[in-house]
């Protein structure tokens, strides 16, 4: 079966530096993967999306990379703020079905 | 800007006995999901609906698990024997569109089986 693996249960960095989030998977091969941002007792929200034929996209400080090879995804988060404090949910998505496959997530604090 | 709304946020139940989560979807929205998050553990797709039928599911979602959409609004997932380890955080989301690339998530119910 699929595993996917989030680095570290959690990351500290000092504010106004990048954090790099990281999502491994094996077993599977997704047609895209996800970002998501949670924070306590909350639904995850939405942040962004790449394809299997993508390398980068960027939204505003948010950065993400795909590399189908390594099956990896890299999740940068620039110019860090304390508010970018949650834990980030990547997830698996393929186009043969509407199924999500989430890993555990890293919980972030940014250090004012 | 619209979003998924779910009650109760809290519900406690006895062991055996049936609860009744509720979700209002986005009302344009066609895709419907479950989701479990047990404490401290990753989220897990329950579910899909669409057309008024399931569309996928996980091993997860047995027998004593069942999704019906009751009106054009509500999207109910129901436990007919709660067990204990059925406690966890349940969020409904939607999307509008067959790939379901992005989904939007409610706020989740907080459910303690007793």
């Known amino acids: 079966s699929q595993k996917i693996e989030q680095n570290s249960e959690a990351l500290n960095i000092q504010e106004g530096k990048t954090a790099t989030l990281t999502c491994n998977y094996t077993n599977y091969s997704p047609a895209y993967l996800q970002w998501y941002r949670q924070d306590p007792g909350r639904g995850p929200v939405f942040l962004l999306l790449i394809r299997e034929n993508e390398k980068e996209k960027r939204k505003e400080r948010l950065k993400v990379t795909f590399d189908t090879t390594l099956k990896q995804s890299l999740f940068h988060i620039t110019a860090s703020q304390p508010a970018d404090s949650a834990t980030y949910l990547c997830?698996?998505?393929?186009?043969?079905?509407?199924?999500?496959?989430f890993g555990t997530g890293t919980s972030l604090t940014v250090i004012p | 800007e619209p979003e998924v709304t779910q009650t109760p946020s809290h519900q406690v139940t006895q062991m055996g006995q049936e609860v009744i989560l509720r979700c209002v979807p986005i009302s344009n929205h066609l895709y419907f999901y479950w989701y479990r998050q047990i404490l401290g553990q990753k989220v897990e797709f329950l579910v899909s609906f669409y057309n008024n039928e399931i569309s996928e599911k996980s091993e997860i979602f047995d027998d004593q698990f069942s999704v019906e959409r009751p009106d054009g609004s509500n999207f109910t997932l129901k436990i007919r024997s709660t067990k204990l380890e059925d406690s966890a955080m349940y969020f409904c989301?939607?999307?509008?569109?067959?790939?379901?690339?992005?989904?939007?998530f409610g706020p989740g119910t907080r459910l303690l089986v007793l």
């Open positions: 997830a698996l998505g393929s186009n043969t079905g509407n199924q999500f496959y």
């Open positions: 989301a939607s999307s509008d569109n067959r790939d379901s690339e992005t989904q939007y």
